[in-house]
T-cell receptor, first 112, second 113 residues
Framework: DAGITQSPRHKVTETGTPVTLRCHQTENHRYMYWYRQDPGHGLRLIHYSYGVKDTDKGEVSDGYSVSRSKTEDFLLTLESATSSQTSVYFC???????????FGDGTRLSIL | QKEVEQDPGPLSVPEGAIVSLNCTYSNSAFQYFMWYRQYSRKGPELLMYTYSSGNKEDGRFTAQVDKSSKYISLFIRDSQPSDSATYLCANGAGGTSYGKLTFGQGTILTVHP
């Protein structure tokens, strides 16, 4: 299994609070991605990173920000969580831009 | 219209059956294609990765890509109860797309003994 650790694995929080999810990899892969998975929508890309301090928006980036200060860590932040951000969040890594992505086991986030 | 369309099922088959899972896509820029398997409460796991039209086989799994009709398939032979999962197709455009993938919404498969 690819060395990807997502934390926390589960979180329940209230509307309006900030939330940070962490993705940690031990593979030294250049590319990292954050997705959310919702019923009927499949996996949708939130943000991605193609190197340290190099990030860009994906399909559903509104309300989210990211940071990557080290190769191994990619953080996803919800500045002020809303109920519509209740979802399962997955991190993925890839060695190259056209290479397969490998996924972590996700964070289940509930915003009440 | 979604860029990648996948029948969500659910699909239920008896053990030993041949399973056919399908996706269609609309974006001609897609150059490489993947199939992932996802068990409940786990992350997607890569099953197949292919860059070209034609067939690619790996054990009981065969991925088929037809770029001319924008149609991709995954066949599972001699299906087992352990194959019960959600199957996701994923397409990528290559080039300067930074490896971004577009996923189908997944097909739920149940193989019953």
């Amino acid at each position: 299994d690819a060395g990807i650790t997502q934390s926390p694995r589960h979180k329940v929080t209230e509307t309006g609070t900030p939330v940070t999810l962490r993705c940690h990899q031990t593979e030294n892969h250049r590319y990292m991605y954050w997705y959310r998975q919702d019923p009927g929508h499949g996996l949708r890309l939130i943000h991605y990173s193609y190197g340290v301090k190099d990030t860009d928006k994906g399909e559903v980036s509104d309300g989210y920000s990211v940071s990557r200060s080290k190769t191994e860590d990619f953080l996803l932040t919800l500045e002020s969580a809303t109920s519509s951000q209740t979802s399962v969040y997955f991190c993925a890594i890839s060695v190259g831009g056209s290479q397969p992505q490998h996924f972590g086991d996700g964070t289940r986030l509930s915003i009440l | 219209q979604k860029e990648v369309e996948q029948d969500p099922g659910p699909l239920s088959v008896p053990e030993g059956a041949i399973v056919s899972l399908n996706c269609t896509y609309s974006n001609s820029a897609f150059q490489y294609f993947m199939w992932y398997r996802q068990y409940s409460r786990k992350g997607p796991e890569l099953l197949m990765y292919t860059y070209s039209s034609g067939n690619k086989e790996d054990g009981r799994f065969t991925a088929q890509v037809d770029k001319s009709s924008k149609y991709i398939s995954l066949f599972i032979r001699d299906s087992q109860p352990s194959d019960s999962a959600t199957y996701l197709c994923a397409n990528g455009a290559g080039g300067t797309s930074y490896g971004k993938l577009t996923f189908g919404q997944g097909t739920i498969l149940t193989v019953h003994p």
